[in-house]
């Protein structure tokens, strides 16, 4: 018997590391993945769940603010995640977002980005890292905490935005040392979670694994 069908979205170009580690986790656990660009987004395939995976910054003028720091965005991805978003949202979809992943889920729930994070940070590097370096801190009674089983567990970071202004129905499940939002989920939603780190490049630790298997578990 097929898995469910798990959407993972992209640039239309390049990010073949992170999309090739979530495709290969999602098979792990049974499901079957497909990669889905911008070149698809006026014929979205359907799914039974769908990842989100990280990039490039997600435009400011999406919640209403002007650009702070120098533009590198993808209008393309933008419009195709937007989409894909909303299809999983009216469906009921279970989702995760990785990275840029979260930070659209929340614009499209109607919140806000911190643009530039530099100018927050007091007790944690702003260095870009693939490695564990950062502690988080997961929020008592959260979907988070019973899917990772760990309080503290290790995260990298390779951001330099974040979730400001929380969307409709989210709640913060997850913060660093400087109280930055490093994981959102959805109050009522069967799986309806977002990471600010990349537990795709952190597959050798289990609670990170567990994202992937809580997301394909979820699948009705």
């Given at each position: 018997m097929a898995g469910p069908v798990v959407a993972v979205t992209g640039p239309e170009r390049g990010a073949v590391?992170?999309?090739?580690l979530v495709a290969l986790i999602l098979k792990?656990?049974?499901a079957e993945p497909v990669q889905v660009r911008p070149?698809?987004?006026d014929s979205l395939p359907e799914?039974?769940?769908v990842?989100?995976?990280g990039g490039h910054d997600v435009q400011p003028v999406?919640?209403?603010a002007e650009p702070e720091v120098k533009p590198k965005y993808d209008p393309d991805r933008d419009e195709l995640e937007k989409r894909v978003i909303h299809k999983a949202l009216a469906e009921g979809r279970p989702l995760l977002g990785i990275c840029r992943g979260a930070q659209l889920l929340n614009v499209c729930l109607g919140g806000t980005l911190?643009?530039?994070?530099?100018l927050h940070r007091r007790h944690t590097s702003h260095r870009r890292t693939l490695l564990p370096l950062k502690a988080l801190q997961v929020e008592q009674r959260t979907r988070l905490l019973s899917i990772m089983g760990e309080e503290h567990p290790s995260i990298n970071s390779l951001h330099n935005q974040a979730i400001d202004r929380l969307g409709r129905d989210l709640r913060v499940s997850g913060r660093d040392r400087d109280g930055i939002v490093q994981a959102v989920e959805k109050f009522g939603s069967p799986f309806l979670v977002g990471v600010q780190w990349h537990p795709e490049f952190l597959l050798y630790s289990a609670p990170h694994r567990r994202l992937f298997k809580a997301l394909v578990e979820s699948v009705s």
């Open positions: 590391g992170p999309r090739t792990w656990y049974g070149r698809h987004r799914f039974d769940a990842v989100v995976t999406l919640y209403g911190v643009q530039d994070l530099r």
